[in-house]
């Protein structure tokens, strides 16, 4: 099962795990109707290897790298930032379901990361 995450996090308040080469580890998180016309901003920091992105709205609850399994991606080296703006054809209120792929492993075998 994902794991929920708080919709506002503060510096220090960083969720941080580990995902094998071409595994993922899945999260999700609510944004609420009073929110209203808002931004989704999600930052996944590499610290060893590197991990992508993959995140779907309810269409994707369980997005993968697939064409057509995921909402939004970023599979850049390092660091990958997402916005998701009201404005966007696919952005909706309710649950965002996040994957977090180990793409390139670090010297242990595995990917670790923060978001």
Not at 11 to 40: H, I, R, W
Not at 46 to 56: E, I, K, R, T
């Amino acid at each position: 099962a994902a794991e929920e995450l708080p919709l506002f996090q503060s510096k220090g308040d960083e969720v941080q795990g580990v995902v094998n080469e071409s595994d993922y580890v899945d999260y999700k998180v609510f944004v609420p109707p009073e929110m209203g016309a808002c931004t989704l901003r999600i930052h996944l920091k590499a610290l060893q290897g590197d991990s992508d992105l993959f995140v779907g709205n309810g269409k994707n609850p369980k997005p993968r790298k697939k064409e057509g399994e995921h909402t939004w991606r970023k599979e850049m080296w390092g660091d990958d930032k997402l916005s998701i703006h009201y404005w966007d054809s696919a952005f909706n209120l309710g649950w965002y379901y996040i994957s977090v792929r180990g793409s390139r492993v670090g010297y242990d075998g595995w990917c670790s990361f923060t978001l």
